[in-house]
């Protein structure tokens, strides 16, 4: 009897085995950013505004600036931006103490009107609420001292970010050269031209991105003035393009610019369904950010399908949180850019594109 050959499963175990690298190497990678993220964030960040500074510092140095000026100048533009966001949260802040006393009346009254009302339809007296309302204190107690301390850690975390971003991205810029270089390196020779133009690619791509940014709060703006002048709040679109600017601070900006408006609605309308209005319009309005323009407004100017974006918006809001769901972005923009220019990669270059496929 001829013995049968057997087939050779080598091609097999090494596409297995190669299968399981890549996850591997994926696993690790995200393991990485997930406990790294206090590095990695800022760091992050700091890419983003070197690589749109990075024009301008060049354009200066250009005519005659010297390098250590011109990457002063352009940081001071980064910082009068964020000095701008933090006023205008301060501003909130001293506004809604101002209206504090009227606020603490209108609370108390309005205590009163539903103690009457239970006593009233309901027959539980006085006593009965007091008991209940110290129960509920007491029960809530916990959740509050979270959520305080929730506010505090994001609130302090992101003024972590804005002292150590602007340093990383000067020191990004004054060691460009050596960056570059060490890039170079890496790779092989032949590979040099593809890496000049990733990179210079990427540059704009940030830029596509930062614009894709600002008509995201342009539109958020819109969308909150809308959903405030219908129901009638003075000053729509005060309240509702400080709400948009204010978001680019995790939990703490939508917070605060909602003070203010839900203050105005509960004194101007003495009604309690003016503020939830304006609570679920600011929701509503988030939750459209989140899912539906920020994907559609970057994925378009980014040449990338909203559907990669949503994903990438949910893995980053996973790992890093709220700066993960900005920061993934550029990051599927920059492995779209490698995808487009390596063959073996093809696959996942046209996974990426938001090119209709041929029928």
């Given at each position: 009897m001829v013995p049968i050959p057997k087939k050779p499963i080598q091609s097999d175990i090494s596409k297995s085995i190669s299968a399981l690298e890549i996850l591997q190497y994926?696993?690790?990678?995200?393991?990485?950013?997930?406990?790294?993220?206090?590095?990695?964030?800022?760091?992050?960040?700091?890419?983003?505004v070197s690589f749109i500074l990075y024009p301008l510092c060049k354009w200066m140095e250009k005519n005659g600036i010297h390098p250590n000026l011109a990457i002063g100048l352009s940081l001071v533009t980064v910082v009068i931006f964020f000095g701008t966001i933090l006023y205008l949260l301060f501003s909130q802040i001293l506004q809604f103490s101002n209206e504090w006393q009227t606020l603490e009346l209108k609370l108390e009254e309005t205590l009163n009107q539903l103690s009457v009302f239970l006593t009233e339809q309901f027959g539980v007296n006085e006593e009965k609420q007091q008991n209940y309302i110290k129960n509920a204190i007491n029960?809530?107690?916990?959740?509050i001292f979270t959520f305080l301390k929730n506010t505090v850690y994001s609130f302090s975390e992101s003024l972590y970010?804005?002292?150590?971003?602007?340093?990383?991205?000067?020191?990004?810029?004054?060691?460009?050269?050596?960056?570059?270089?060490?890039?170079?390196?890496?790779?092989?020779?032949?590979?040099?031209e593809m890496i000049h133009e990733i990179i210079i690619e990427t540059i704009h791509e940030y830029y596509k991105f930062i614009k894709g940014i600002l008509l995201v709060y342009l539109i958020v703006g819109i969308l909150n003035s809308i959903?405030?002048?219908?129901?009638?709040?003075?000053?729509?679109?005060?309240?509702?393009?400080?709400?948009?600017?204010?978001?680019?601070?995790?939990?703490?900006?939508?917070?605060?610019?909602?003070?203010?408006?839900?203050?105005?609605?509960w004194i101007t309308f003495n009604s309690i369904w003016y503020p939830l209005g304006v609570i679920a319009i600011f929701s509503v309005v988030q939750v459209l950010e989140a899912y539906v323009i920020f994907p559609y407004a970057i994925g378009s100017r980014l040449k990338i399908n909203t559907l990669a974006i949503l994903i990438m918006i949910i893995v980053g809001g996973i790992i890093w949180g709220v700066s993960g769901m900005i920061?993934?972005?550029?990051?599927?923009?920059?492995?779209?850019?490698?995808?487009?220019?390596?063959?073996s990669l093809k696959t996942l270059s046209i996974l990426l594109s938001d090119a209709k496929p041929k029928q």
């Open positions: 994926i696993v690790l990678i995200l393991v990485l950013l997930y406990f790294g993220k206090t590095l990695f964030i800022p760091l992050s960040f700091a890419m983003l029960n809530s107690s916990t959740q970010y804005l002292l150590i971003i602007p340093i990383f991205s000067a020191l990004i810029l004054f060691y460009r050269q050596l960056l570059i270089q060490t890039l170079y390196q890496i790779f092989p020779s032949d590979k040099k959903g405030l002048a219908i129901i009638g709040i003075p000053y729509p679109f005060l309240f509702g393009f400080t709400a948009s600017i204010l978001t680019f601070i995790p939990y703490v900006g939508i917070i605060v610019s909602s003070l203010l408006p839900i203050t105005v609605a920061l993934f972005i550029p990051f599927i923009s920059i492995i779209k850019l490698i995808a487009d220019r390596t063959e």
